[in-house]
């Protein structure tokens, strides 16, 4: 015995199938493989362009803001140090850009 069952009266239709009803379960068949994950995808860069327009924007505020802040306040008439200003306007933007990029997450383009 080779373990299948053979029954002489089949369950499924094995009539040929007409080229229209083939055309149709081809044209369903990409279209729920394909442009389901494409406008998924087109949602994504959409919204993650966005962010990373406005991250950006506010990165680049936020670091002149703490450097014209450090230059007016701190360190305003030391010509030695002034560089300490630069480097923690750099590690402002270096915070920003590691919280950003541990906050992206791995998902569905079928959302």
């Not at 030391?78 to 919280?99: D, E, H, K, P, Q």
């Amino acid at each position: 015995m080779t373990g299948f069952k053979i029954n002489g009266a089949s369950e499924h239709n094995d009539s040929p199938k007409s080229s229209a009803e083939i055309l149709e379960l081809f044209i369903g068949y990409i279209k729920r493989e394909t442009l389901k994950p494409i406008r998924g995808a087109g949602r994504w860069i959409v919204f993650g362009f966005a962010a990373a327009l406005f991250v950006s924007i506010g990165m680049v505020l936020g670091a002149i803001g703490i450097l014209r802040f450090l230059q007016a306040m701190i360190l305003e008439g030391s010509a030695a140090w002034s560089w300490i200003n630069y480097l923690i306007a750099m590690a402002f933007c270096v915070t920003v850009f590691f919280f950003t990029v541990s906050k992206i997450r791995k998902g569905s383009l079928e959302k």
